[in-house]
């Protein structure tokens, strides 16, 4: 079975940009959450979902926005790009209530 | 608001030696608890989780932690490392499994 997937895997914007990750769950997973991991650091919550309902949201500008999709899929987004928002995206899914898999990331770098 | 520390920012360990990785936490209540492992520039992997019951939590790849209440402390324990084992490891704790709050993170270092 696939794990976790995101795409893409590396991504360059400048200060300003907007930006759209993805992330598709394991089969069968109906959560799915978003971690931003800052180099040298510990992955910081951002969002969960879970059928396609905001479930949680952690200490993030409203400049990050997220969905899930019908196909439990999601999309995570980031306005207004600022230096400080590059760091690796990782997003993880699991079938609620349980034991969350991450995916291997998107590398993001704000030029 | 719950937290996670994670004492040791670097550890060297000979190839063979035991392991012991520290985590403290601090939440009200007994929180789930985690450790996962990440490679350089890779996501991470779940190697053990306690939910309840025994304190004594096995894992992969020979790995066990063990949940000390009155400690608030979750250390991870290997007899005996492999060379495959360097790594960066995060312990994490929780409300609920998908809201994790994790620690810094142990860059653990083998050598020969």
């Known amino acids: 079975d696939a794990g976790v997937t995101q795409s893409p895997t590396h991504l360059i914007k400048t200060r300003g940009q907007h930006v759209t990750l993805r992330c598709s769950p394991i089969s069968g997973h109906k959560s799915v959450s978003w971690y931003q991991q800052v180099l040298g650091q510990g992955p910081q919550f951002i969002f969960q979902?879970?059928?396609?309902?905001?479930?949680g949201r952690g200490n993030f500008p409203d400049r990050f926005s997220a969905r899930q999709f019908p196909n439990y899929s999601s999309e995570l987004n980031v306005n207004a790009l600022l230096l400080g928002d590059s760091a690796l995206y990782l997003c993880?899914?699991?079938?609620?209530?349980?034991?969350?898999?991450f995916g291997p990331g998107t590398r993001l770098t704000v030029l | 608001a719950q937290s996670v520390t994670q004492p040791d920012i670097h550890i060297t360990v000979s190839e063979g030696a035991s392991l012991e990785l520290r985590c403290n936490y601090s939440y009200g209540a007994t929180p789930y608890l985690f450790w996962y492992v990440q490679s350089p520039g890779q996501g991470l992997q779940l190697l053990l989780k306690?939910?309840?019951?025994?304190?004594l939590v096995q894992g992969i790849k020979g790995f066990e932690a063990e949940f000390k209440r009155s400690q608030s402390s979750f250390n991870l324990r290997k007899p005996s490392v492999h060379w495959s084992d360097a790594a960066e490891y995060f312990c994490?704790?929780?409300?609920?499994?998908?809201?994790?709050?994790f620690g810094t993170g142990t860059r653990l270092t083998i050598i020969p």
């Open positions: 994490a704790v929780g409300v609920v499994s998908e809201k994790l709050t």
């Open positions: 979902y879970y059928e396609k309902e905001e479930r």
């Open positions: 993880a899914s699991s079938l609620g209530g349980d034991t969350q898999y």
């Open positions: 306690y939910f309840s019951g025994d304190t």
